[in-house]
T-cell receptor, first 111, second 113 residues
């Protein structure tokens, strides 16, 4: 089955700086790669996603890139703000559309 | 839409008791997922329903866990008997079709003492 590795596990950035989270996946048949943000006491919330026919997607301060050859994808957050502090999860689809999640990255944005 | 609704938000129970968690998916979504989240194991898929039919229950830890989806707007996850190691946050999520984004509920924090 699909295996998703996520790095780093924790990331501390200064407000205004950029944050990058990287994930790798194992199943070359995977074709959908969402990113979720989980705030304390809440469920994960979809923030951006990318499909395998696209190499990059941007939505305001967040962007995701995908390298299908290398089987890795990344989340980029620019001009970080305190409200970006949360746990971020990457995920990739396996056979029937089941999402396999990475272990998560705790992002802390310090003023 | 109110999103995916889970109840209760918190549940504290004694070991050996039966626990029932409830979920109402987003109207029109035909896929429903139950996840368990712990610090040690992260987000684990327990079971997946498509059009109310269980498709993959390979993540259900053991026979003490069971899940049902009697109709398109309601699902339950039952643990009987509960054990302290079942303590976790249980999430329900729904989606439209396969290969799309999930919408998660706010979760049920279960504590078994």
């Amino acid at each position: 089955g699909e295996n998703v590795e996520q790095h780093p596990s924790t990331l501390s950035v200064q407000e205004g700086d950029s944050a990058v989270i990287k994930c790798t996946y194992s199943d070359s048949a995977s074709n959908y790669f969402p990113w979720y943000k989980q705030e304390l006491g809440k469920g994960p919330q979809l923030i951006i996603d990318i499909r395998s026919n696209v190499g990059e997607k941007k939505d305001q301060r967040i962007a995701v890139t995908l390298n299908k050859t290398a089987k890795h994808f990344s989340l980029h957050i620019t001009e970080t703000q305190p409200e970006d502090s949360a746990v971020y999860f990457c995920a990739a689809t396996s056979s029937w559309g089941k999402l396999q999640f990475g272990a998560g990255t705790q992002v802390v944005v310090t003023p | 839409d109110a999103g995916v609704i889970q109840s209760p938000r918190h549940e504290v129970t004694e070991m050996g008791q039966e626990v029932t968690l409830r979920c109402k998916p987003i109207s029109g979504h035909n896929s429903l997922f139950w996840y368990r989240q712990t610090m040690m194991r992260g987000l684990e898929l327990l079971i997946y329903f498509n059009n109310n039919v269980p498709i993959d229950d390979s993540g259900m830890p053991e026979d003490r866990f069971s899940a049902k989806m009697p109709n398109a707007s309601f699902s339950t996850l039952k643990i009987q008997p509960s054990e302290p190691r079942d303590s976790a946050v249980y999430f329900c999520a729904s989606s439209l079709g396969q290969g799309g984004g999930y919408t998660f509920g706010s979760g049920t924090r279960l504590t078994v003492v």
